[in-house]
Structures are given as structure tokens and as C-alpha cells.
């Protein structure tokens, strides 16, 4: 089994304003659109000019959301940069194919090519931060965060003395969402976020984008936020309840001792059975949260609940735009966060105060 790695800091980006200081999901902005980009926080603050204007929306959004994690882990020195992303550079790959059509493979600029690949952001974060150690990133659908947070634990139990920066990214483009709105995966005319979940939920998924990186070590230190204590993914189940209480049977716990439980319910009546499912089964009497209805749909959103879920570790109270019970609890020291995407990767993050 492996050891519990503790997170000292973390940025994001997403439709919401997670990159302010302040945020803390009391209010939440409004949509009637699909897809949505994420919103634009002030990347000079942060990146120089002169590098921004060469980097794309999964650079720009990997590099700040990291660098925010770095500054709120007081400076902590980075040895190695593990990333998951569904989809990569997603904007520059369609350039590339548009490009090699138009040219025929003839007299064809490699730039998009070069930044089109799913590493991209990873190798851009490190030579940021000249970081030179182990750089490596998970291309794993719904499960790229999970597969990169599982690398993490397994990379730090091989060397506690280091820390690893860990995140999540993914980036929308523009003939993949016809591709996807073709395919039904979409919601039309009744999309909007907050996402009406339960009975008012309706077919279909809002797409959107974000990044969220986190500083982690095996050391506990001040400014620990939290720490992980298990991840596990399946690429399919039968029965979601009975993945879970083998998952946490094997961390030697029962749902009792679970003090709320993060459901990837996106509004999309088709796939959200499942987490009602689990919510009656064995969370009946735990506060449940939602994320996807505020933060739309992409492979890497369950970094940005990982997020949120460190922030209610810290003393946060629950705020009403993620409830979807109305159950209370006198404590927040362990907190579950169980998603899939579309009936399969079906995953688990168990946090611990």
C-alpha cells in the first residue's frame, strides 16, 4: 500500500474564478451556453509577456495554475512535474490537421505539430521552473488525473526527500465540440451552468475547460492542506457500490466513516444514475457535494474537486451551490471523491485531513 502524500499548495483555473484568493464556491457564476472556456485570471501577474505570446490555452492555464501552487507552498523547490490530460493541446492538434489538409504535407509550419503533443504543458512547466528531474504525463480519458496522482504517491514513496508538482489539464477546442455535439454528448438548448441535477436533469454534457497542479510531498510540514491516502480507477464496473466498498474496505474504513462524498453528477440524465445510485446505497446519511454542475465537463475536472475538497479541509464550511443533500456534519476530516465519464473510468480520491 502505498504511504499518504500531503499537499502544500494549489492553483486552478475554470470557469468559476478558483484562481482568486477569496473564492470559495458562496457564489457561483452563471451560464446559458455550451461550450464554455475558462476564465482568463491576469497570466502576466505571473508568466512574462514575451512568453505568453507563444503558448496556448493549456500552457497558459498549466503554468499559472503551477506556479500558483508553488507560491502558496511558500517557495517550495519542485524535483519533478507529473500531469494528466485527456485531451493535450487540444487547439494546436486541430491546427496541425487543418494545416496538413490545406497544405497536403507540403511547406507546413512545425509549431502547432511541436505543441500539439499531450505533454506539452508538462515539459513547458518544468522548463519554467527549471525543473530537470523525472517530468512525465498521463493521457488516460476521464482517468489522466487519477493515473497522474497514482504516480505521484508511487514516485514519492521511492523519494520522500523530494517534492513533486501534480495536476491536471485539459483545454477545449473548436471542431472537436461539433464532433462531440454530433455524437449527442452535448446538452442543447437547455444548457446552463448551475446544471439542474435529479429530476430536472436532461441528456447531454457541458463542455468546458481548466487546469488545476498541486505542490506534494510525503513530508506533513505547516503547510500541509491535506493528504492523499488512496486512489484507484476502473475502466468499467458493474456495480459502483460494491468498487467502492472494496476500496475502502482495502483502506480499512466503511462509508460511516466517510464525512462527505464529492459525486461527479454533470446533469446528464443518461450517466448520473450511477451516483444516485451510490449516494442511497451507502452515503444516505453523509453530505453529498456536487462539482461538475459549476464546473462542466472534461477528463481533468477531478483535479479542480480535489481542489475544492482541500479548501473544506481546512475549516471551510460547505458552501449550498455544491450540496445536493441536506445532510450536516460536525466534522470534515475525510472527504471521498468518486467520478466516471459516460458509464466507464470510474474513479476514487480518498483525502484526509
Known sequence: MNKPIYIHGCGSISIQPTFAADFAFDTVRTYTQNPIAALDPDYRSLIPALQLRRMNKSMRMAI??????????????????????????LKDSERF????????GETMNPTPFIQSTHNMAAASIALS??????NMTYVNNANSFESALLDTMLYLGEHPEQAVLLGGVDEL???????????????????????????????GEIAAEGAAFF???QQPGPTAMGRVTAVETALETDDPVAFIDRFLHRNGLDASLIDAVFLGYSGDARYDGSY????????????????????GEFDTVNALAMACALQLLQGKQIPDALRVNAEKTDR???ILIYNQRRGSNHGLILLEQ
Not at 508553488?70 to 485531451?87: E, F, K, N, T, Y
Not at 473548436?174 to 436532461?202: C, H, M, N, Q
Open 64 to 89: 499559472f495554475a503551477s506556479r500558483m501552487a508553488v507560491q502558496h507552498a511558500g517557495g517550495m523547490p519542485i524535483d519533478a512535474v507529473i500531469a494528466g490530460s485527456g485531451l493535450g493541446c
Open 97 to 104: 490537421v487543418e494545416m496538413l489538409l490545406a497544405e497536403e
Open 129 to 134: 521552473l527549471g525543473c530537470k528531474g523525472y
Open 173 to 203: 477546442g473548436e471542431r472537436s465540440v461539433k464532433f462531440w455535439e454530433l455524437a449527442g454528448y452535448l446538452k442543447g438548448d437547455s444548457s446552463e451552468i448551475p446544471v439542474p441535477l435529479g429530476d430536472a436533469a436532461t441528456p
Open 215 to 217: 505542490v506534494a510531498s
Open 276 to 295: 444516485r445510485h451510490v449516494a442511497s446505497a451507502r452515503f444516505s446519511h453523509t453530505p453529498q457535494l456536487a462539482f461538475k454542475h459549476v464546473l
Open 332 to 334: 470534515l476530516e475525510r
